[in-house]
């Protein structure tokens, strides 16, 4: 739709940036912090582990300092659970508690809002090891992992984030490091481990709720708008099933308590149905998010399957859909550019998706990442001309101001990344950040900070409220 007039950024709106624990923090065995599966599992050949990551740990301040300076109004990050609960559950960690205290104080002395992700992708080892997500005790550990934090930074944190994509956990499970790959079923282990999840994220939206009354919760998945790759009605019908398994199994579940009728049934006809015991529906009906925060990096285009053989499985990318035999097959979009890592870039599906999201939640959006990875070059004179990230950025937010126009509720944006990280599965040499980590793969370097120049061009979008771009 055309709009002659566009609708501004509201006064307030959350301009910030993201990271996660695992990919930024390092310091992964140090003061008292327990192992996470991510500490656990193994990394791509050539792409370095998160030991030391971009050592914000040590060097929060100064990186906290940076962000005050590019002008952030919020700062996404996570809490690493082995930090707070080293074994997962049993005794608290007091110097876990102190640095998250610290870092949040920090914030604020700056202004910048915590927007706290409760659990990214970093389950305690120690959990793991008594089945993880597949064993329901991992429900409890987690609703008690939760009360400490509302108990301890409840007072100051007013965005809390329950699971970051859950959805693509599963999708993706082997990549994530939570699926066990001795058990005969592994698919349907991870449906299981979905409801489990399902059941601790509505546990701790309620205990939020009760603890920081001023407080608002929300879910955190991967969310993209799905395009049959025709108008053939086959091809329109593919688009519904992967998004009713990629995006409205866990929305749905999360906003309204139900299952998807849709991916439920999908479910049932690969033999994947979790074990739903006496009250737990009650459970997920009960609790209400205040908001959606969702990622989203790209659509997906997908066809009809043709055969139920043929389709392979898609492992190992959370933004390439390749397919499911009988359900859907993906396909590459011919009107899209693709970032150097293979991910399509779509900005008008950016507003797309906010829409749809929009329609079918009637809820505050905020949009927890969004961002390009891309092998970024430090030219003499500590220099990173990442004008391709600029570009990105700009027609993005470009097209959130379109979608608020169109009527869309949407609180803030943080693109992925505040700063430099190890990608989950693409190493240090896939950059994301504003700020430039300086070490590579293997060689730590001096890790010294250094400002690109979309740093200096996100500083000036969040200074005129996203008038100039
Ligand atoms: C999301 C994760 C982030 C981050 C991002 C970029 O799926 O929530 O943790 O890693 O994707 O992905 P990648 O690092 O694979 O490029």
Same mark, same amino acid.
């Given at each position: 739709?055309?709009?002659?007039?566009?609708?501004?950024?509201?006064? %307030?709106?959350?301009?910030?940036?993201?990271?996660?624990?695992?990919?930024?923090?390092?310091?992964?065995?140090?003061? +008292?912090?327990?192992?996470?599966? =991510?500490?656990?599992?193994?990394?791509?050949?050539?792409?370095?582990? @998160?030991?030391?990551?971009?050592?914000?740990?040590?060097?929060?301040? /100064?990186?906290?300092?940076?962000?005050?300076?590019?002008?952030?109004?919020?700062?996404?990050?996570?809490?690493?659970?082995?930090?707070?609960?080293?074994?997962?559950?049993?005794?608290?960690?007091?110097?876990? =508690?102190?640095?998250?205290?610290?870092?949040?104080?920090?914030?604020?002395?700056?202004?910048?809002?915590?927007?706290?992700?409760?659990?990214? @992708?970093?389950?305690?080892?120690?959990?793991?090891?008594?089945?993880?997500?597949?064993?329901?005790? *991992? =429900?409890?550990?987690?609703?008690?992992?939760?009360? *400490?934090?509302?108990?301890?930074?409840?007072?100051?944190? $007013?965005?809390?984030?329950?699971?970051?994509?859950?959805?693509?956990?599963?999708?993706?499970?082997?990549?994530?490091?939570?699926?066990?790959?001795?058990?005969?079923?592994?698919?349907?282990?991870?449906?299981?481990?979905?409801?489990?999840?399902?059941?601790?994220?509505?546990?701790? #939206?309620?205990?939020?709720?009760?603890?920081?009354?001023?407080?608002?919760?929300?879910?955190?998945?991967?969310?993209?708008?799905?395009?049959?790759?025709?108008?053939?009605?086959?091809?329109?019908?593919? !688009?519904?099933?992967?998004?009713?398994?990629?995006?409205?199994?866990?929305?749905?579940?999360?906003?309204?308590?139900?299952?998807?009728?849709?991916?439920?049934?999908?479910?049932?006809?690969?033999?994947?149905?979790?074990?739903?015991?006496?009250?737990?529906? /009650?459970?997920?009906?009960?609790?209400?998010?205040? @908001?959606?925060?969702?990622?989203?990096? !790209?659509?997906?285009?997908?066809?009809?399957?043709?055969?139920?053989?043929?389709?392979?499985?898609? #492992?190992?990318?959370?933004?390439?859909?390749?397919?499911?035999?009988?359900?859907?097959?993906?396909?590459?979009?011919?009107?899209?550019?693709?970032?150097?890592? %293979?991910?399509?870039?779509?900005?008008? +599906?950016?507003?797309?998706?906010?829409?749809?999201?929009?329609?079918?939640?009637?809820?505050?959006?905020?949009?927890?990442?969004?961002?390009?990875?891309?092998?970024?070059?430090?030219?003499?004179?500590?220099?990173?001309?990442?004008?391709? $990230?600029? /570009?990105?950025?700009?027609?993005?937010?470009?097209?959130?101001?379109?979608? #608020?126009?169109?009527?869309?509720?949407?609180?803030?944006?943080?693109?992925?990344?505040?700063?430099?990280?190890?990608? *989950?599965?693409?190493?240090?040499?896939?950059?994301?950040?504003?700020?430039?980590?300086?070490?590579?793969?293997?060689?730590?370097?001096?890790?010294?900070?250094?400002?690109?120049?979309?740093?200096?061009?996100?500083?000036?979008?969040?200074?005129?409220?996203?008038?100039?771009?």
């Amino acid at each position: 739709m055309y709009h002659s007039k566009r609708k501004d950024f509201e006064e %307030g709106f959350l301009w910030g940036a993201s990271t996660s624990a695992y990919q930024v923090e390092g310091a992964w065995n140090e003061d +008292g912090k327990g192992p996470s599966v =991510i500490d656990m599992g193994s990394y791509p050949e050539g792409t370095s582990d @998160f030991k030391v990551a971009s050592d914000h740990y040590h060097r929060y301040k /100064e990186d906290i300092a940076l962000f005050a300076e590019m002008g952030l109004k919020a700062y996404r990050f996570s809490i690493a659970w082995t930090r707070i609960y080293p074994q997962g559950t049993g005794e608290i960690n007091p110097k876990g =508690i102190a640095f998250y205290n610290d870092l949040i104080n920090e914030l604020l002395s700056h202004n910048i809002e915590p927007i706290v992700t409760m659990y990214h @992708f970093d389950l305690p080892y120690a959990l793991q090891e008594k089945g993880g997500w597949s064993n329901r005790e *991992t =429900i409890d550990a987690y609703e008690n992992y939760a009360k *400490t934090l509302f108990k301890y930074f409840g007072d100051r944190v $007013r965005y809390w984030l329950t699971i970051n994509e859950q959805n693509m956990m599963i999708l993706y499970g082997s990549a994530i490091g939570i699926v066990n790959p001795n058990v005969e079923n592994p698919q349907k282990e991870l449906y299981q481990q979905n409801h489990h999840m399902l059941l601790a994220q509505a546990k701790a #939206i309620n205990l939020c709720h009760e603890m920081c009354p001023n407080a608002r919760i929300g879910p955190a998945p991967n969310i993209c708008a799905v395009y049959p790759a025709s108008s053939k009605p086959e091809d329109v019908l593919a !688009a519904y099933n992967f998004s009713s398994i990629r995006n409205w199994l866990c929305l749905d579940a999360a906003v309204f308590g139900r299952y998807n009728s849709v991916a439920w049934s999908y479910m049932e006809e690969k033999g994947y149905t979790p074990t739903i015991q006496e009250g737990d529906m /009650e459970i997920l009906e009960s609790a209400k998010p205040d @908001f959606i925060a969702f990622n989203y990096y !790209a659509t997906s285009t997908v066809a009809e399957s043709k055969n139920n053989t043929s389709d392979k499985n898609s #492992i190992g990318d959370q933004q390439i859909a390749i397919g499911e035999p009988g359900i859907y097959h993906g396909v590459s979009n011919p009107y899209l550019e693709k970032t150097q890592f %293979g991910w399509e870039i779509d900005p008008v +599906g950016f507003r797309n998706t906010l829409r749809e999201l929009n329609d079918r939640y009637n809820l505050p959006l905020l949009v927890t990442e969004n961002g390009l990875g891309a092998y970024d070059r430090l030219e003499e004179g500590d220099v990173v001309n990442d004008d391709y $990230r600029i /570009e990105f950025l700009r027609k993005h937010i470009e097209q959130a101001r379109l979608a #608020i126009t169109d009527g869309v509720n949407l609180i803030g944006y943080c693109p992925w990344s505040a700063i430099d990280l190890v990608s *989950t599965h693409q190493g240090v040499s896939k950059r994301y950040g504003f700020i430039y980590v300086n070490r590579d793969e293997f060689d730590l370097k001096d890790l010294r900070r250094i400002r690109k120049k979309s740093f200096y061009w996100y500083k000036n979008v969040i200074k005129s409220n996203g008038q100039e771009l």
